[in-house]
């Protein structure tokens, strides 16, 4: 058994969550966890709001409320709609608790102990039109690398390179748009550069992450490592543990990555054994994956792996499949211009397995994609409503029907796992099932052929493929039926249509299984209309065939057909409440 970490980026309790973010980063670890755990493996999923940071404290500044409360309003609607979207953290917590301090001071002290971390002096913009310090998003100027002219003090989320204020060509006051002078403070540095060969020796190893990801880290460090301050002039943070620094505090970005293992040990305390958290971290039967946007590829192929290398005894991230960006409607997604969909907003008015299929099917894995309603409507009808809903309905209904609401018997097969065991052992269907005709065999070597690639391809992170084998299938199901038509067979021959039909169950069975890391409600629906009982997850990644004569619970829809106009109102209603 192995041991899955999936570490999933730290969201800003600034704001509400956006389908950029879903599908960038929550949906895809949820996908692989939810599939973890069917196969068995143990599985810890952590995040948690990150609760400091600029984003924090310029939004309360706006607001004129304290950082905490806005940090906890936006926690509270986090885990709300994890909740309603199906995204089943086992720890989602926040940067704000004592065990996150607690253990972010003790691996700073660690660092510094080590020589991993030094006192120095920074230049940092001060404003003095404002009378302050401008540290991260408080200043804003053109990108050194790209030049584009939306750089923020520590990143530029148009090439994703975090910067230092110095570095910005232009700088503002993000206040009164004033210059900066620059005035000296003491601060500690992270000696990175003493990284800077371990890591690319490390990184050009990993063969089997993504090409992006792997292509921008190592062009990265190529470009030379630079040491960074990791503390800032500022009083919302986590506090340094030594004396002499009060009025500073840890920089966002330092602390957030350790809320990984802070998060990891919060869970192991709350699980009755502290050192839990260790199955995790050390050995080669652990392995890390972390969820991220491509804004956030360098924070965990350099910085956090440099930080874990100092500290030592953990083990670096096995893969970080990040993602690339969703664009809306064919535009840039931007939060401030308001040209974005809200997930709180999506989900008051609709399922949540219809945009879990959509982000799934089009997953931003390796070039950015698209949302607009136009395609989540078209999508929703075509292909859930029409390909897979029609299939589980046309099936179970008929069924139901015809066989007094029970799973039909087969005339030679009582179990298709034993079919699916003859096969294996590659047997001669032709002996094994004489009457067994070859659509009836194509189809079952389908499921079973499905099952195989959807393993491999969802252990290897390539979720938007994964779902279209799973879709493929159920087209293959409903051309069979429309081939075997049991509904004008049964006239003449009961057991021939029986032969189908159970046939067809067996497929719907399997889908509900493959399916379920993308699609958990309505998997479930489905796992009890067939009449299993219990939860699917629980139930294993197997092909698990219904037994004749199991009872099947009354058959619903598990789709309902979205109106076609919601589309140029839903379009409509994003174009007025922006500002583009
Ligand atoms: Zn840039
Ligand atoms: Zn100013």
Redesign the pocket.
């Known amino acids: 058994m192995s041991k899955i970490f999936i570490g999933v980026a730290w969201p800003y309790a600034n704001g509400s969550l956006h389908l950029g973010q879903i599908a960038g980063a929550y949906l895809p670890p949820d996908i692989f966890a939810r599939y973890h755990r069917m196969k068995g493996n143990q599985v810890l999923m952590v995040s948690g709001s990150d609760q400091h940071g600029t984003p924090i404290t310029l939004r309360a500044e706006r607001e004129g409320v304290k950082p905490g409360a806005i940090a906890a309003r936006y926690h509270q609607e986090f885990l709300e709609s994890w909740q309603k979207l199906g995204i089943s953290f086992d720890l989602f917590t926040s940067t704000g608790t004592a065990n996150h301090t607690r253990v972010v001071q003790k691996v700073f002290l660690s660092l510094l102990e080590k020589g991993y971390i030094y006192r120095g002096i920074v230049s940092q913009p001060f ?1 003095p ?2 009378q302050r310090f401008l540290t991260d998003r408080y200043i804003g100027g053109t990108c050194p690398y790209c030049r584009s002219e939306k750089a923020r003090g520590d990143q530029c989320d148009d090439c994703g390179k975090p910067l230092n204020a110095a570095e910005l060509i232009q700088p503002q ?1 993000s ?2 748009d ?1 210059a900066p002078e620059f005035r000296d403070s003491e601060h500690f540095f992270l000696k990175l550069s003493a990284f800077q060969d371990r890591l690319l020796e490390w990184v050009k190893k990993k063969d089997s992450w993504r090409q992006n990801v792997r292509n921008f880290t190592i062009s990265y460090l190529e470009g030379g490592l630079h040491d960074r301050a990791i503390t800032r002039d500022i009083g919302w943070g986590v506090p340094l543990p030594l004396p002499g620094f009060e009025g500073k505090r840890i920089y966002v970005w330092f602390e957030a990555v350790i809320g990984y293992l802070s998060a990891t040990k919060e869970w192991a305390k709350s699980s009755g054994d502290e050192e839990r958290w260790q199955d995790f971290w050390q050995g080669d039967k652990a392995k890390g994956y972390y969820f991220i946007g491509k804004d956030n590829i360098i924070f965990h192929t350099v910085i956090w792996p440099a930080m874990l290398m100092g500290y030592g005894n953990l083990n670096l991230p096995y893969d970080v499949p990040a993602n690339e960006f969703l664009t809306i409607e064919g535009r840039k997604l931007s939060t401030s211009r308001n040209w974005a969909v809200w997930l709180p907003d999506y989900l008051s008015r609709y399922d949540p397995d219809p945009l879990r299929y959509l982000l799934s099917i089009s997953m931003p894995e390796t070039s950015d994609t698209d949302f607009s309603w136009g395609e989540f409507i078209r999508r929703n009808n075509d292909e859930l409503v029409a390909t897979y809903g029609n299939l589980v309905h046309r099936v179970l209904t008929f069924t139901y029907r015809q066989f007094d609401g029970c799973v039909p018997k087969h005339s030679r097969y009582d179990d298709f796992s034993m079919f699916l065991d003859d096969l294996d052992e590659g047997n001669d269907i032709g002996t094994i099932c004489p009457d067994m005709d070859n659509h009836s065999i194509d189809m079952i070597e389908d499921a079973k052929e499905a099952f195989r690639s959807m393993d491999l391809l969802l252990s290897k992170c390539q979720f938007r493929q994964a779902i279209m084998r799973a879709m493929s299938l159920a087209q293959d199901a409903n051309r069979y039926l429309d081939m075997k038509s049991p509904w004008k067979v049964i006239k003449e021959d009961r057991q021939a249509a029986a032969d189908s039909l159970y046939i067809a169950l067996c497929v719907i069975s399997h889908l509900s299984k493959l399916l379920y890391p993308f699609l958990p409600f309505s998997s479930q629906k489905l796992h009890e209309y067939l009449g299993f009982a219990g939860n699917v997850e629980d139930d294993g990644w197997r092909l698990h065939s219904p037994t004749p004569g199991q009872k099947l619970l009354p058959p619903e829809p598990l789709f309902s057909k979205l109106d076609e106009e919601l589309a140029g109102e839903e379009s409509a209603r994003l174009r007025q409440s922006s500002s583009e």
């Open positions: 404003c039109q404002c006051c206040f009164c004033e």
